[in-house]
């Protein structure tokens, strides 16, 4: 399970941001990679969270804070995740409310 808290630091809305989380062993060598395509409406200045720890997503919080997450697909071998130490995020790609994208 991965999740993420963000906030727009753009002037213009988004309405999509695809977020990568690679996972490394403890040479550094990527063994898997979850994938998050977040879709909504995000204003500019607001914060959007996800669970801050694993006792809060085991404990059911805000159902809303799920949208932020993303966990192991069922079609995903397991052991890349047990050979996992390192866990890396990056934004790959943000669609704007006007059409725009980044990066372009």
Known sequence: MACVSFKNAGSVAATE?????????????DVATLHLDRRGTF???VGIY?????AAWQSGGNRDYRDNCTSVRSDMAALPIIKAQYATYKVNRVAYADGSVWPP
């Open 17 to 29: 941001i695809v977020f990568d989380f690679s996972l490394a062993d403890r040479n550094g060598d």
């Open 43 to 45: 204003s500019p200045g």
């Open 50 to 54: 996800g669970f801050a720890t694993l």
